[in-house]
């Protein structure tokens, strides 16, 4: 699976955007990009994911560049709870084993 | 509460012991992962089940470790003559067949070897 990069830090204040960037230059025309986030001493859970085109759920948005290199998170109104690791990964489709490949992610931070 | 469950949630042993941990999957779900976390690190893969055929194990999972999911439902991990780099936050995911479906994480169970 192609690697990515993301920031290991940032902070954001309650009530604004949080844009978590993500860069995957080497990505491949079947892998898909999607987020996680793990909050503290829990499992991680699942955000969001897309292939080319913008996506959107209750949780957040992910915009992902024309060119597929890399993409945004956005959590629109950011509140204290969305304080933890938020993972950007890119997962080949159709593979047999579906096993995520997770880095170090980008630990973000919501302050009052 | 139809989520992964595991147990249990921590886990204190000295080490040369053996421990075992569990895993309940979603109920409908046909795949499930064992994964590995240490501290200030993102979650690395183990092994992976389909139904009962266990069809992936990574080089992490040294001889000491065992995994099996007897009739497809829940998995047993099994970690024997436990060392201090055992210690970590063992999760166990579950997700439905096909590459593109997200997993669904259980809250973890924490090693600890003394």
């Known amino acids: 699976d192609a690697k990515t990069t993301q920031p290991p830090s940032m902070d954001c204040a309650e009530g604004r955007a949080a844009n978590l960037p993500c860069n995957h230059s080497?990505?491949?025309?079947?892998?898909?990009v999607y987020w996680y986030r793990q909050i503290h001493s829990q499992g991680p859970q699942y955000i969001i994911h897309g292939l080319k085109n913008n996506e959107t759920n209750e949780m957040a948005s992910l915009i992902i560049t024309e060119d597929r290199k890399s993409s945004t998170l956005i959590l629109p109104h950011a509140t204290l709870r969305d304080t933890a690791v938020y993972y950007c990964i890119v997962r080949v489709v159709g593979s047999s084993a579906s096993k995520i490949i997770f880095g170090s992610g980008t630990r973000l931070s919501i302050r009052p | 509460d139809t989520g992964v469950s595991q147990d249990p949630r921590h886990k204190i042993t000295k080490r040369g012991q053996n421990v075992t941990f569990r895993c309940d999957p979603i109920s409908e779900h046909n795949r499930l992962y064992w994964y590995r976390q240490t501290l200030g690190q993102g979650p690395e893969f183990l092994t992976y089940?389909?139904?009962?055929?266990?069809?992936?194990k990574s080089r992490l999972l040294s001889d000491r470790f065992s995994a099996e999911r007897p009739k497809g439902s829940f998995s047993t991990l099994e970690i024997q003559r436990t060392e201090q780099g055992d210690s970590a936050m063992y999760l166990c995911a579950s997700s439905l067949d096909g590459a593109s479906y997200e997993q669904y994480f259980g809250p973890g169970t924490r090693l600890t070897v003394t």
């Open positions: 089940f389909q139904n009962e055929a266990q069809l992936e």
């Open positions: 080497t990505i491949s025309g079947n892998e898909y």
